[in-house]
């Protein structure tokens, strides 16, 4: 019997005994028999409970743990799991957050024409950003790894341009700490894009922090801002990189 079903099995065994107890003396046998099956059923959901913990699904155990506590507050089960509740709080707030930040990222895996696959990670920015005085919108980050061009970072705006045609020193802040990247606008209309020449530097900063910023110059309202929450980011879709 594995150790997260001893307190079900014995649960049901002290819920019998309840019962028996309860008939000898003399009490309601209708009343015993409630009791009994509200010990049975807490103590199926803390079967629940401890499955949920074991899998690492917080959410879930955090659910299983506070309906035990509503539903089944004197019983044994709930008694004995009431002393782990912060902790399952705790980490399932932690899981949702995770799990929010790895959603803000979207992947690619594309095959291109005379072999290989182009693959990359992008993000948008956390709030938009005006850069060119008609109003804010979003600008993205990507990484990219292609098999003929090779490893790139670089920004895309949807309105205005870069002011950085002859090369540019970029500040890129990672929570908090100030670094300065190299940065380059290729000559061409295909794409509003600003390469961030250290791609390595910065991959090496977007995986180890939460939130990066990166002060760019424009051409028609100057230097403008954009953050991006980082830390969902996962480093083995672009396994190459690491």
């Known amino acids: 019997m594995s150790r997260a079903a001893l307190p079900a099995a ?6 019998a005994a309840l019962l028996l107890a309860a008939c000898q003396r003399g009490e309601d046998p209708k009343v015993a028999a409630q009791a009994a099956a509200k010990e049975q059923a807490a103590a199926a959901m803390e079967k629940q409970f401890e499955d949920a913990v074991a899998a690492q699904n917080w959410r879930l155990a955090k659910g299983y743990a506070e309906v035990l506590q509503v539903d089944y507050p004197t019983s044994a ?3 004995r799991v009431k002393p782990r509740l912060d902790e399952v709080r ?9 799990q929010r930040l790895a959603a803000l990222w979207s992947y690619d895996d594309i095959p291109v024409a005379g072999g290989g696959h182009q693959l990359s990670a992008a993000i948008y920015s956390q709030e938009p950003v005006d850069t060119d005085g008609s109003g804010a919108h979003p600008v993205r980050l990507i990484f990219r ?7 790139s970072a670089y920004l895309v705006l949807q309105a205005g341009d870069f002011d950085c045609y002859r090369g540019c020193r970029l500040k890129v802040t990672l929570d908090g700490q100030v670094h300065t990247l190299p940065g380059s606008r290729p000559k061409t209309d295909e794409a509003i894009a600003m390469f961030i020449d250290d791609w390595r530097g910065l991959w090496k900063l977007a995986r180890s922090g939460k939130q990066l910023a990166i002060e760019f110059p424009t051409r028609d309202v ?3 801002t954009a953050q991006f929450e980082v830390g969902g980011l996962d480093p083995a879709r672009l396994p190459k990189w690491n």
């Open 90 to 98: 705790a980490r399932a707030e932690a899981q949702v957050q995770q």
């Open 10 to 15: 014995f649960a049901v065994f002290a819920a």
């Open 77 to 79: 089960a709930a008694q």
């Open 145 to 151: 790894d292609h098999p003929q061009w090779g490893r």
């Open 222 to 224: 100057g230097a403008r």
